[in-house]
């Protein structure tokens, strides 16, 4: 009986957990079909990807995942350039439930540890989509923009420290700057 | 034929909508994907001066992988039947590009890429042709004899004619939907397998191009599965420094892509201007490409 209320429980963390549904890239440096056509077979190599619908005239790139899948978005990114090319957009959409944010502060979300620049403090709830705004997730003319968002050195490397911690995520971790 | 050449060159470069960069003649400064590898066959058929006729060809099969985002490698080998009747193994090239420099932005770029090339050929230096010619022998009749005609090259052409080795820059940009690329690099003569560099062939030259690109088809991207056919211009030029000899070339090219994964390049190319004593001044070339992406 305890076991079916323990695989009861972790079904309902499953359905009830934050989870990406779907990630958009926009890449940049190319016009032709035949580079588009190295992203699109880059990404849908990836262990955790499900299927890629890729616009070649915009250059953008719509994946979907596995189910339960951990997804990797510097694995994603890094196909982009492996390809030869570079990400110019990154976005997400995510589901959640019930994530208090704040401005420039850590949270922990869909396995990740997020710092949401340029938003009002609130509570997420349901389908948003977020843009990621790290080095290499953006142009870097953007990128350069945004810089005026934070003061926070993991802004520059992508990794918590001192400035960037939080409870439950510790130094030295992975953390990605988005926004809504 | 040079105003028209010219006036190609306007033409492309004021209504180019979309613009290409896969050139047929040289490198852009892009490179393959990582972990992609590539086959190609060229073909090339050669009007020789001596005959003025399209006798020559060569043959070069190549293989290219993409080793990384920055870097990737090229083995070409040669064949020909240029210096005798029969077709003859000639000898291969070594080929690596490592892109430096990239800026990006949607639908643009500015790339800069170092390359470098070596080539072990085993041909003479010059070309001999045998001819019989029938002659008065003294007698009131006709005797067959036998001559020899020498041709020298001093061309410097490391995919196939001679050995040496090259290393140079190539920079593409892509801007406002339209792409040029400019290439330099210092080339050194080296000694064939077989024959050494003759005392007036120059040993040093300096290899430069330009590469104009127009996409014609598709007029609007929908599928990967749609034929691309590409138009493209290239000067590609030698000099000898301290020689006062030089060469200038224009190739007009036409590029098939199916599946956005094979190629179908088309080309010919001629002299506009030059001084050098070549063996051949015009070739048609005909290549497949084949591309496996995500290979290893």
């Not at chain 1, 953007?142 to 939080?166: F, M, P, R, V």
């Not at chain 2, 006729?53 to 099969?61: A, D, E, G, Q, V």
Request: aromatic residues 12%; positive net charge.
């Amino acid at each position: 009986m305890k076991n079916i209320i323990f695989i009861f429980l972790l079904l309902c963390a499953a359905v009830t957990n934050a989870q990406v549904k779907k990630v958009s890239i926009q890449a940049s440096g190319l016009t032709c079909s035949m580079c588009s056509n190295a992203i699109f077979k880059a990404l849908k190599s990836v262990d955790f990807v499900e299927k890629v619908d890729a616009n070649i005239k915009n250059s953008t790139f719509e994946i979907t995942f596995k189910p339960n899948a951990d997804v990797d978005f510097d694995k994603l990114k890094n196909k982009v350039e492996g390809a030869g090319f570079f990400v110019a957009g990154f976005w997400a959409t995510v589901h959640f439930d019930n994530l208090k944010i704040k401005n420039d502060a850590p949270v922990e979300s869909i396995g990740k540890n997020l710092m949401f620049l340029h938003v009002a403090d609130q509570e997420l709830n349901g389908d948003k989509t977020v843009k990621f705004l790290d080095k290499g997730y953006t142009s870097a003319k953007e990128y350069k923009k945004n810089s005026t968002l934070t003061t926070k050195e993991c802004y520059k490397t992508g990794i918590a420290d001192a400035t960037c911690i939080d409870s439950g995520i510790s130094k030295g971790s992975r953390i990605y700057h988005v926004t809504i | 034929m040079k105003k028209i050449i010219w006036t190609v060159f306007v033409v492309l470069f004021c209504t180019a909508t979309h613009a290409q960069e896969l050139y047929v003649n040289t490198e852009p400064a892009s490179n393959m994907a990582t972990g992609s590898i590539g086959f190609r066959l060229l073909s090339k058929l050669y009007k020789m001066n001596y005959n003025n006729s399209f006798t020559s060809y060569r043959i070069m099969p190549e293989f290219m992988i993409g080793a990384s985002r920055h870097l990737m490698v090229h083995v070409a080998g040669y064949g020909s039947n240029m210096f005798q009747k029969k077709f003859r193994i000639e000898g291969g090239s070594l080929y690596a590009k490592y892109r430096f420099y990239s800026q990006d932005d949607v639908h643009e770029h500015f790339r800069i890429a170092a390359f470098s090339k070596i080539s072990i050929i085993d041909n003479p230096q010059q070309l001999k042709i045998e001819t019989k010619k029938l002659l008065p022998d003294g007698n009131g009749g006709y005797a067959q004899q036998l001559y020899t005609s020498t041709y020298k090259t001093d061309e410097f052409d490391i995919d196939g004619l001679n050995s040496g080795i090259v290393a140079g820059v190539v920079a593409t940009k892509l801007v406002n939907k339209i792409a040029v690329s400019g290439s330099l690099d210092y080339g050194y003569r080296l000694n064939n397998l077989n024959a050494k560099v003759l005392p007036d062939q120059p040993l040093s030259a300096v290899n430069y191009a330009a590469s104009f690109g127009y996409l014609l088809l598709p007029k609007e991207y929908v599928s990967y599965k749609q034929t691309n056919v590409n138009l493209y211009v290239e000067l590609l030029g030698t000099t000898f420094p301290g020689r006062g000899k030089f060469y200038t070339d224009v190739a007009p090219a036409i590029q098939f892509i199916f599946n956005s994964i094979a190629r179908l390049d088309l080309s010919y190319r001629t002299q506009l201007a030059g001084n050098t004593a070549r063996l051949s001044n015009n070739y048609l070339m005909v290549r497949l490409e084949y591309n496996i992406l995500n290979a290893f």
